[in-house]
């Protein structure tokens, strides 16, 4: 396939993800080709005076007006500015351009020259609907535009896929181009959503930048782990997909319409430290494969957050999740739950400890250190499991001031969920449970809602159906009670 077809291909592809028209109507329509769309798919070549036609076709359909959506106006607060390292995954941008604009959110493009070598501008401004910026020494866009104005119009920065390079530049106050220029002159939140290969993102050198960032407040999303382009290689990594993306954008823009439910001086819960766990936990087999389960640890994040808006200094200690760090909270980020075991205790003692995580009962009792290879009578390993350490059990069994005075665990189960509970809250030495069921038709596992019961010593409490958000400001509004009573109580 020649470079003149690739190009192409890539701007129709845009194209036909914005408009949603079919690729035969559009071949149809561009060339009077049904089949054009497919053919450059199988990778077949087209002529320049075909690749002229196609474009015009596309020009004149991006400068139709746009249609508004019915979500347009459900947010307040809705201009991006998506800052574009170079990388495989910057085509997935296109996608995003797109679902953000179908909710409203209007996107500014900055691409760094490492991005155009992967996508073209020309195709990226067809989906934005606007220029797309790529150079600092650019005297126009420097006369129109201005990167301390780019900055400023916008409610918030995303940097996706953000190379282990700009994660770097980032991290050391680089100014020498326009994506990090931009980025140093911002006074807006920044999201930053990381792709590389796993070594990369594993080297000391990219935790220590990460780490930076996240010290100065960078809201971090990702990456996700699976396959990568290169073959052979997996692991943490890939760009996160983009819905999970577009769900951390439009939470980050709703927490700054609403002015970051503000962490109250004086509220309830200040001068306290509250300590949750959330998410799921990784065990490994091999350095490759993992024990896992279906948590997202939407509920942990937004009681962590919960708690900070009510005065708390909060730790949420988390497994693998692709949510981006609460606004106020610091995060302890582990993959196994012996790490998890380890980093709580680390943070106690805590004034309420909630044990939200979906931690993993047993892992492999001897990981292998190199990924297990099938054998050649194509017999099966076999993997022993011991059993994981129980968080919530140690600490809710543990003696004053390392147990907190109030111990929150959860329990999910798919049956018998109120009867287990109650079991589960004196085995645990928990003083509450947040029960809830989730057999597979529920949809809570991952879902944005939640039923729950809290069990408590002296009876139980159902609570209807909520969305994760409010269930976490009742639990936290309750548990607040509960301390200021407990530490009334003589
Ligand atoms: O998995 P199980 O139903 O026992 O989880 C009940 C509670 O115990 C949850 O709060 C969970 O976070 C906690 N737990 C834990 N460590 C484990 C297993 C569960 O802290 N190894």
């Not at 052979?232 to 609403?258: F, M, Q, W």
């Not at 693998?320 to 003692?349: F, H, I, K, S, Y």
Request: aromatic fraction near 2%; glycine fraction near 6%.
């Amino acid at each position: 396939m020649t470079t003149t077809a690739q190009l192409l291909l890539a701007e129709i592809e845009a194209h036909l993800a914005r408009t949603g028209e079919t690729a035969t109507k559009f071949g149809l329509a561009s060339v009077r080709d049904g089949h054009l769309v497919s053919r450059l798919r199988k990778g077949e070549s087209v002529t320049l005076k075909t690749a002229d036609k196609v474009r015009a076709y596309m020009r004149t359909v991006a400068e139709a007006p746009a249609s508004k959506t019915p979500e347009a106006s459900a947010l307040p607060f809705r201009r991006i500015l998506l800052v574009m390292g170079g990388g495989i995954a910057a085509y997935k941008c296109l996608d995003l351009i797109r679902r953000l604009r179908e909710r409203g959110i209007a996107t500014r493009v900055v691409m760094t020259s490492a991005a155009q070598r992967f996508v073209t501008p020309l195709s990226v401004g067809a989906l934005s609907n606007e220029r797309v910026l790529t150079d600092l020494f650019d005297l126009n866009d420097e006369q129109e535009i201005g990167h301390i104005r780019l900055s400023r119009e916008a409610d918030l920065l995303v940097v996706a896929p953000a190379t282990a390079d700009l994660i770097a530049r980032m991290a050391h106050g680089h100014a020498n181009d326009l994506a990090t220029a931009v980025l140093l002159a911002s006074d807006k939140p920044i999201l930053v959503a990381p792709a590389m290969n796993p070594r990369m993102w594993h080297h000391p050198a990219t935790q220590r930048n990460v780490a930076h960032l996240k010290a100065d407040g960078v809201h971090m999303i990702g990456p996700a782990v699976g396959e990568m382009a290169e073959r052979g290689e997996a692991g943490a990594g890939r760009l996160v997909e983009v819905p999970d993306l577009v769900t951390a954008i439009v939470d980050l823009l709703a927490v700054r319409a609403e002015t970051a439910t503000p962490a109250k001086a004086n509220g309830p819960l200040s001068g306290r430290h509250v300590l949750v766990t959330s998410g799921p936990t990784h065990e490994p087999i091999d350095p490759v494969r993992y024990i896992a389960n279906r948590s997202s640890g939407k509920q942990g994040s937004a009681i962590a957050a919960e708690a900070a808006a009510l005065g708390a200094r909060v730790t949420l200690v988390s497994g693998p999740t692709n949510l981006p760090d609460p606004p106020g909270v610091q995060v302890v980020r582990v993959e196994t739950a012996r790490e998890m075991l380890a980093a709580v205790e680390q943070a106690l003692p805590a004034d309420i400890g909630i044990f939200a995580a979906a931690v993993a009962d047993w892992r492999v009792a001897t990981a292998a250190d190199q990924k297990i290879k099938k054998t050649a009578k194509g017999q099966a390993p076999r993997l022993e499991l011991i059993e994981n350490p129980d968080i919530l059990k140690s600490i809710g069994h543990a003696a004053a001031p390392k147990r907190p005075p109030l111990v929150i665990g959860f329990a999910a189960e798919t049956h018998d969920v109120i009867a287990y509970a109650q079991k589960k809250r004196t085995s645990k030495a928990a003083d509450w449970i947040v029960a809830n069921d989730v057999s597979p038709e529920t949809g809570i596992m991952g879902g944005d809602r939640n039923t729950v019961h809290i069990v408590m010593p002296d009876g139980v409490e159902s609570w209807p159906d909520l969305d994760k958000q409010d269930v976490a400001r009742r639990l936290m509004a309750r548990a607040a009670d509960a301390l200021a009573q407990i530490q009334l109580a003589p």
